[in-house]
């Protein structure tokens, strides 16, 4: 894939390709003709329409804990399957900034097509941690990120 001068991930499409700069949500910010990899606006579409959305959720198994004691976050990728790598981010206590914390991966397959995540993580200080998971995307799939959840420590 290629992004042009916005960012946007777009997909060199055949000309005369029925779905074309019609179909990109950005066609109004990157403009009839703009320029992408040397080629012409027209023959790309962005990848979203390609690819198949996804949903993440996260989960905690308590809203505080005394101490520094380990605790989980769960959640279901959907759709999903085993093996797909669904990325866990921490915001630590008195920190603006999300930071990586692990990719966990699907374990086991849910009737509705997703596949379960898991985590037990163990803070290191005491105050409020906020936690997402997010899921990258893949060559069908598109990306997606759950909700916070947070967890204070005591």
Known sequence: SERDLHGHDHRELPAGNPRLAES?????????????GGS??????DLPFLLRRTAI?????TSSVRGLKAFELSGVLSPGSLGDSCVVDVRKPKS?????SSARSGYAVTSGGGVDWWYRYGPKVKGTYSFRVRF???TSRAASTSGVVSVAVR
């Open 96 to 100: 603006p900034r999300w930071s990586y």
């Open 136 to 138: 990258v995307g893949d």
């Open 57 to 61: 959720t996260i989960s905690r198994s």
């Open 40 to 45: 012409p606006h027209a023959n790309y579409v």
């Open 24 to 36: 990109c949500e950005w066609r109004d910010e990157c403009g009839p003709g703009a320029v992408v």
